[in-house]
Structure formats: C-alpha cells, structure tokens
C-alpha cells in the first residue's frame, strides 16, 4: 500500500481521484485498489483492526487535503524500480499531502513514521500531473499470445489422452 501504490513506478502508476460529499476516492490505476477516504471527522479504527490499505482519515487544511492512514497489517513490501525494497512494520503512521498548484498539477507529498523501520520520519514528494486518457483495468491478459498456444496444447493434450483411452 502507500506509499508504495503511490510511487511513481515504471507503468499503469495513474490515479483518478473523485470527490464526493464526506468522502475522497483514490482509484490506483496499478492493481486496481482504491482507497475511500472519509472527510467527517471520525476517528480511525481500533488499533487492532488491522488493513491491507490502511485506515485513511482525510481533512482539508486550505487547499491541501492531508490524508493520515493507520492500522496497516504489516505486510508491505514494495520492490522499487531500483532493486531496492521497501518494507514497513504494523506501527507505520502515513501523512499524505495534496495541494492543487495548478490546473493540471498537484503536488503530492507524503511522510513516513515507522519507528520500527526508520530512525527518523522521512518526507518525500512527486507532482501529480493531469492526463486526459482513461484509466485502464488492470490485467495482463491482453495480448498475451502465452495463454491461447497454452490452451492450444491442453486440448491436444486432451484429445491424445482421449485417443489413448478409446484403444
């Protein structure tokens, strides 16, 4: 999860981020996952309630929508495009910051607490840039010439083995 899903990575690395009365959506284009972002104030789940994403409570702080995510289960682990592994612990505690700069920018910023992994919080940032294209599903299926020469020798497969069996 984040930060990892909303690194830049090598591709499918789009989000469509929908707002709706008490609520933000972040659709990542990359595994399809989308995160419901409540804006009213609640408070975020027990501790021991343990998410994949997170528990994400958003508010406005001007033009900025700061996004605090809690209760993660542990089990991010986000290869980086330079070999390098990314990797939180249970206590990670994200803020995420999105301020609109321009109409077609937004600048995304983020800082990781986990004193489990890091000696100290980090910040990093990355624009956010707007795109008119759609956002795709995300399946590796398209294309791949693998799965039909694969069904191909199944059912070859398939007919000798009913052949052998007729004899």
Known sequence: MAPGAMMPGFYNHNYLILQAPGYVAILVEMIHDVRIVPLDGRPHLAPTVR???GDSRG???GNTLVVETTNLDGRVHERLPWNTVFATSENLRLIERFTRI???T?????TVT???VFT??????TPMTRMQVPIYEYACHEGNYSIM?????AREQDKTEAARVKR
């Open 51 to 53: 998410q994949w994403l």
């Open 59 to 61: 508010r406005w702080d």
């Open 102 to 104: 321009d109409a077609e």
């Open 106 to 110: 937004i600048d995304y910023q983020f």
């Open 114 to 116: 986990d004193p489990a």
């Open 120 to 125: 100290k919080p980090w910040t990093a940032a």
């Open 149 to 153: 020469n694969i069904l191909k020798g």
